[in-house]
């Protein structure tokens, strides 16, 4: 179950055969083509070209290996551009149109796009979609990167026009949903709508969210059209797509993933690691340089589960120093071998390299591949080896993903929230979200990112860090449910609408909790002040609320003793954001309290359960003693787990 991404459009035909051949002597099963080709694919309007594809699929083929094909819609070629200049989309940020001479050139508002992109998509179908060679499609790549999820065109204004008189059906009500009386900004009619866009200053919160859920909506649209035109040709071809984060795009991710068969996701811990930890302090992000923050990979990975609950495949695995983040290390010795195994542990069937052979030529030339542009094999190699062997051996794809214990809820609305009414500057729905699951992680947690349509039913403890738009389903849920739920601060503190509910927040809630959020104040990042909670003092920081807690239980409390934490009955709501010391030691009462088991082991140390097996990953640069049993049947190393290294034992049930 490993593959890699593979460009035959960059290299001399002649090379194909033996790139096909070692890539086999490697063991690899799978290779992905094809998503940048539209070039080569139809070089003029109308002309399609596949002799080279079908020769290259070809090649491959007769070297044992399957194909994944991608459409090539992430750049539409320069003569497309030029006959429909329409297609390109605007930054809502300057308003300036974002030209050709990269990728992701195009525009989700564009009816010409839409058009051309199901053209091109049915051309590839008709021809490849019986073909026994290819076993699948990945469509468009990594949809919504570069922060192109957003456009200001004049396409997309008119569609949002249409896509708000779907939704408000009338003027006025659009108007009183936004509160568009204030500051005079009522509407006469549909058509007269803006963007939320290069305005003098803020734009009402109401009409930014219905911005954003437009956009996400065209983004889903636009894909689930691609995904059923490939259906209806290509009926027993896998569909998957490589996910961008929902928390870099702002997109419904979970709509996105609904109409294909598994999902993908690209892996660069070192690359995500630079960016997430910029202005971190140096100490910080020196320690994980070489090895990627310990959580940030499978924050991702559990999240790409998490979107059909089912496993998933890394489509693209760092395999070497990347070209785009601030600086761009090598990795340390043994990490590809060990992130590969981090990402089956969590659920992938298949893990993919990124790329092949390291271009000589173009944007990405400092990237590194399997091999280097003279053909020799790089550090990737021997490791990837050793991971096929492992992984084959330990039978690790065989193993069932079964529901973990513990959840987190997540969603896109939340972000939408925080992005559009930031209120502290400290308050940011992913560091928020992240700390939680870095928290359970280091507790040796197995977690489910969830949505709240999702069967709460194998939960024991289901958490919410930031969920600040809720409706009456979800209470009732939550009411029906016999897990605990922890609520973070924020929680149902907006309507649909973006409104402040009537009853204060954390309105709907109240059903479940009966407090009152009084007033909210958000503190710098350093202002932090005490909390209490079992005798003991943690911290209170970022975002606080001053809760009216009159009828429900008190049990942490700010520095002047106002309840800070309070519970009733299944439900624990917190009041304001607080430290990493307080987390652990909270989320380990919580689990304990409801039979999850934890560990406290180094905080370097990840531990996670796949099937019969369960894993333990070391981050650190020392050899880490696992406390486990001495009846202990290893399958991989054994209770020292070496600098980088991991141990696989087999759990007991
Ligand atoms: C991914 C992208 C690839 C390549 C890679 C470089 O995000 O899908 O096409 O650009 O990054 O790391």
Not at 483 to 507: N, W
Request: hydrophobic share 40%; glycine share 6%; charged share 20%.
């Amino acid at each position: 179950m490993f593959g890699v991404c593979y460009y035959p459009e960059h290299w001399p035909q002649a090379q194909w055969e033996q790139d096909a051949q070692m890539m086999s002597e490697l063991g690899l099963t799978y290779v992905r083509i094809g998503e940048f080709a539209w070039s080569r694919l139809e070089p003029n309007p109308g002309e399609l070209d596949f002799t080279w594809l079908d020769q290259a699929i070809l090649t491959l083929n007769n070297a044992g290996l399957k194909v994944v094909i991608c459409t090539p819609t992430a750049t539409p070629p320069k003569w497309l551009i030029d006959q429909h200049p329409e297609i390109l989309p605007v930054d809502p940020n300057t308003g300036a149109t974002r030209g050709f001479g990269s990728r992701r050139h195009y525009d989700f508002s564009s009816v010409q796009y839409l058009q051309q992109s199901l053209r091109i998509t049915r051309a590839l179908a008709l021809r490849y979609g019986s073909h026994n060679g290819i076993v699948g499609w990945q469509t468009d790549n990594e949809l919504c990167c570069h922060d192109t999820a957003l456009s200001g065109s004049s396409n997309a204004r008119s569609a949002f026009q249409a896509w708000c008189s779907d939704q408000y059906l009338s003027i006025e009500k659009l108007n009183t949903d936004w509160g568009n009386v204030f500051w005079s900004m009522e509407y006469r009619d549909f058509t007269e709508i803006e963007l939320p866009i290069l305005a003098v200053t803020e734009t009402s919160p109401a009409h930014r969210l219905a911005y954003r859920r437009f956009s996400s909506d065209q983004v889903v649209n636009y894909h689930t059209l691609m995904v059923a035109e490939i259906r209806q040709h290509a009926p027993d071809q896998f569909i998957t797509h490589n996910f961008i984060p929902m928390n870099e795009t702002a997109v419904d991710n979970f709509a996105l993933a609904a109409p294909l068969d598994f999902t993908s996701y690209d892996n660069y811990p070192l690359g995500r690691t630079d960016l997430m930890l910029t202005g971190a302090p140096a100490d910080q992000l020196r320690r994980y340089m070489r090895t990627g923050h310990p959580d940030f990979a499978t924050y991702y990975h559990d999240q790409t589960r998490g979107l059909l609950n089912r496993s998933f495949w890394v489509m693209e695995q760092q395999p070497g120093p990347v070209n785009w983040a601030n600086n761009n290390p090598r990795p340390a010795p043994g990490m590809i071998r060990f992130w590969t195994l981090e990402a089956f542990a969590h659920g992938a069937d298949c893990v993919c390299y990124f790329r092949w052979r390291q271009a000589p030529f173009a944007q990405e030339q400092m990237h590194a591949g399997l091999l280097r542009p003279d053909n020799s094999k790089t550090e990737a190699w021997p490791e990837a080896q050793q991971a096929m062997l492992e992984v084959s051996k330990l039978d690790i794809t065989n193993q069932t993903i079964q529901s973990a214990s513990v959840a987190i809820i997540t969603g896109v609305e939340g972000l939408w929230v925080s992005d559009i009414e930031k209120q502290g500057e400290a308050y940011d729905f992913n560091s928020v979200q992240f700390s939680y699951y870095s928290a359970l992680r280091e507790l040796g947690v197995t977690v489910d990112f969830i949505s709240v349509d999702a069967d709460f039913s194998p939960y024991a403890l289901i958490i919410a860090p930031s969920l600040p738009i809720i409706d009456s389903a979800f209470v009732e849920k939550c009411k029906n449910s016999s897990a605990e739920f922890v609520f973070g601060p924020r929680s149902g503190a907006k309507t649909s609408e973006f409104g402040y509910p009537t009853d204060l927040p954390p309105g709907l809630l109240q059903t479940l909790l009966p407090i009152r959020v009084l007033s909210v104040e958000t503190l710098r990042e350093d202002f932090a002040e005490v909390l209490t909670w079992n005798d003991r003092q943690y911290e209170s920081c970022r975002w606080r609320e001053q809760l009216d807690a009159a009828n429900s239980e008190v049990i942490a409390t700010y520095y002047n003793d106002e309840p800070a934490i309070v519970r009733s009955g299944q439900f624990t709501y917190l009041g304001t954001l607080t430290n990493r010391a307080f987390l652990l030691d909270f989320l380990q009462q919580q689990c304990e309290h409801n039979g999850v088991r934890t560990y406290r082991f180094d905080k370097d140390i990840r531990v996670v359960q796949r099937g019969a097996l369960m894993f333990a990953f070391n981050y650190s640069e020392q050899p880490q003693v696992l406390p486990i049993a001495a009846n202990t049947q290893w399958l991989l190393g054994n209770a020292t787990v070496e600098p980088h290294g991991i141990a696989v034992w087999r759990a007991i049930e």
